[in-house]
Each structure stands twice: as C-alpha cells, then as structure tokens.
C-alpha cells in the first residue's frame, strides 16, 4: 500500500510522527509512506487553497516534501507533483494537536487536507488527538492514537463501502483525552456541537500601542449530544465519523419546496 500523509500543525509536528508511524504499520514492509505537509502551522485554515498565488515546495528527505500552504494544497502538490507517476492509495491527515470534534470540524485544516483527498477520489481519514486533564502533561501525549491508531484504520478500510462518483465519503478520527491503556473502545459517532461556546476574539495592546485580536477558542471540556462525537471522546471513546463535502440540508428540501416556482 502507497500512503500520502500530511497535517495542519507543520512538517515538524510531534504528531506527523506520529502518524507516519500509523501509515508505515499499514503500509507494511513492501510499502510506502510520502509525506507532504505544511512548511509552517496552518492550523484553523480548514479547506482553503492557495489559489491566488504560487507556493514553494522543498524535498526534506526521502518522500519527505513540505509546501508553503495549507493542507488541501498539501494534497494537491501531493497528487499532481509529488506523486503525479505513483499515485497513493490511501490519504491519512494529522495527528492533531487537540480534537477536531464537533464545531472544530468546519475550521480544522486537519480535516480540509482529508476533505480535499476524497474530492480528489481517494479514500481519507483525519486523526485528531484530544486533550485534557488526563493526557495533557504525560510523558506522549499521543499515546491514545499512537497505540490505537493503525487499528483503528483498519477497522474503517474494512468497513468502507465501494463508491462510484458524487462526494466521496471521508471519515474524521478524534481519539479520548486519556492514556492509551485508558480507551475504552471505538463508537461510530456524529458530529456534535458544544452549547454555549464557540470562537471568540480577545483584545491586546502591543507596547507600541497598538490594539489586535487574537481569536480565542471555548471549552473543549464541554461535551456535546449522547451519541456524537466529543461526548463519546470525553466517555474515553475514540470515535469515528464518516462525512462527505456536500453541505446541502436534505431534510429541508421537503420543507423548503414552497420556495422553488
């Protein structure tokens, strides 16, 4: 099996490790494992592409690559570049620092990088690793995905269905904020939203006087719906939640049928 791995947090994450250590399982000893990821953090880009100006790309080893753009570039230098004579078979993107559950999904550029490889027609998976009380300061922080990870894949590849045309299905990972021995399990889950939170901005004064915003997250402590997704993380849960790019409201079609002439 040929993977194509990139991430959102950099080319130098901890959890790029992480992840290439899941691919190369998977990909077995007559594999092999491409890297191509941000030269620099692109976190919260979500999908976005540099469409409007070029990006430089620079090989940092052996199918080791690094562009200036957010994952969904990434991807693209990936296909159309990088490995344009010897395509990949699968396209896995993370480990996150921190969960893509929930409303961080429509930011994530964790998730964009999957999302832009199942436009592409490949099947993808994002892999997120939450962060709490219980894992934040052990000694990997990654532990959960990294001990679980290559199973959980597994269990998805297995399990994914044959698709011809339309949007294709991609799946978002969130593994618990615990130690690895700590998981509980795997659940199918949806995607929640936390009450009450969301982004937010925070003003700050330079010393030169002058006013900026940071953004500023909300409490990712907060668990969402029974049966979703950063409820089932919080419970110790990894979860798995398959998606697609269409983000038309089919329940409303019905509904919303008085407006068409």
């Known amino acids: ?79 159309h570049d990088v490995m344009k004579n010897t395509p990949p078979d699968l396209v896995l993107s993370g480990v996150n620092r921190g969960n893509n559950s929930a409303e961080n999904t429509l930011y994530s550029g964790t998730i964009g990088g999957a999302m832009e490889a199942a436009l592409q027609g490949l099947p993808a998976i994002a892999l997120s690793q939450y962060y709490g009380p219980a894992n934040a300061q052990i000694d990997n922080p990654f532990e959960a995905a990294a001990q679980h990870g290559a199973d959980v894949m597994r269990r998805i590849l297995a399990h994914t269905p044959e698709e011809n045309g339309g949007y294709r299905l991609f799946y978002n990972v969130n593994f618990p904020p615990v130690a690895g021995q700590d998981v509980k399990g795997v659940r199918l889950s949806t995607q929640g939203i936390r009450s009450g939170t969301g982004f937010s901005t925070e003003p700050h004064m330079s010393p030169s006087g002058r006013r900026f915003l940071w953004i500023r997250g909300g409490d990712q402590q907060i668990a969402t719906a029974p049966g979703s997704d950063a409820a089932d993380n919080l419970a110790g849960f990894i979860s798995v939640t398959p998606m697609r790019a269409d983000l038309t409201a089919h329940e409303m079609m019905g509904a919303l049928s008085g407006i068409a002439t």
Not at 24 to 42: K, S
Request: include cysteine; glycine fraction near 12%; hydrophobic fraction near 45%.
């Open 1 to 79: 099996m040929r993977i194509l791995i990139t991430n959102d947090d950099g080319i130098n994450a901890p959890g790029l490790k992480v992840l290439h250590d899941i691919a190369a399982d998977l990909a077995g000893d007559t594999g092999e494992v491409w890297t191509v990821a941000p030269a620099f953090e692109q976190s919260g880009v979500g999908h976005c592409i540099s469409y409007t100006h070029p990006m430089m790309i620079s090989e940092f080893g052996p199918r080791r690559f690094a562009a200036e753009g957010s994952p969904a570039d990434c991807i693209l230098a990936g296909l």
